[in-house]
């Protein structure tokens, strides 16, 4: 299957400050990345989906202010937290599709705010 | 809106035994998909096999077959011959419909599958 990388796989920050988490498809051109959710014992919730080249459309109950995407290019997305929380401590996933296909995950990233 | 119920919280399976995870879903689409990925502690989502809605033949992957049942709105996953690296978590989930490219996906609950020696 297909090759999709995160970075980092864990960070812990401090409350305030802002994170980046970047996702990366390495053996295929992603025109679709999307950004999941997952809190402990519990499913993954997408939170956005981000297209090359364009603004990410985020799910309704997303603070698009609080979860910055970028897709520049094919192959790489960045999702940051800014001004961390507590709250926002979690399991973020991205996954990546071609223009038609399955998507493939990430191996996640695990974020605590202290 | 689509929706996708695991019923099973936890399967317990004896290894080379086979088990079913139960999977039904709700969609007014016509189309769509139905996916099956396992995540094991690790965290990463392992994607194990696919089954589009007009498929007439139920999809198969080596020891994974989805029992695809389009009239009582089930998909569920068969694993034959367990093996111990079995155990994870699987998640059963859905593509929506045309109008979004059959981008979003749409996942269960989950089901936590153990199996023993």
């Known amino acids: 299957g297909a090759v999709v990388s995160q970075h980092p796989s864990r960070v812990i920050c401090k409350s305030g400050t802002s994170v980046k988490i970047e996702c990366r498809s390495l053996d295929f051109q992603a025109t679709t990345m999307f950004w999941y959710r997952q809190f402990p014992k519990q499913s993954l919730m997408l939170m956005a989906t981000?297209?090359?080249?364009?603004?990410?459309?985020?799910e309704q109950g997303v603070e698009k202010d609080k979860f910055l995407i970028n897709h520049a290019s094919l192959t790489l997305s960045t999702l940051t937290v800014t001004s961390a929380h507590p709250e926002d401590s979690s399991f973020y996933i991205c996954?990546?599709?071609?223009?038609?296909?399955?998507?493939?995950f990430g191996p996640g990233t695990r974020l605590l705010v202290l | 809106a689509q929706k996708i119920t695991q019923t099973q919280p936890g399967m317990f399976v004896q290894e080379k035994e086979a088990v079913t995870l139960d999977c039904t879903y709700d969609?007014?689409?016509?189309?769509?998909?139905l996916f099956w990925y396992k995540q094991p502690s690790s965290g990463e989502m392992i994607f194990l096999i696919y089954?589009?809605?007009?498929?007439?033949q139920n999809a198969t992957e080596g020891r994974y077959s989805l029992n695809f049942q389009k009239a009582r709105k089930s998909a569920n996953l068969v694993i034959s011959a367990s093996q111990l690296g079995d155990s994870a978590m699987y998640f059963c989930?859905?593509?929506?419909?045309?109008?979004?490219?059959?981008?979003?996906?749409?996942f269960g609950t989950g089901t936590r599958l153990l199996v023993s020696p």
């Open positions: 969609t007014s689409d016509q189309s769509y998909g």
């Open positions: 989930a859905m593509s929506s419909g045309p109008n979004t490219g059959f981008q979003k996906l749409v």
């Open positions: 996954s990546a599709r071609r223009l038609v296909g399955t998507q493939y």
């Open positions: 981000s297209n090359e080249g364009s603004k990410a459309t985020y």
């Open positions: 089954q589009g809605s007009y498929d007439e």
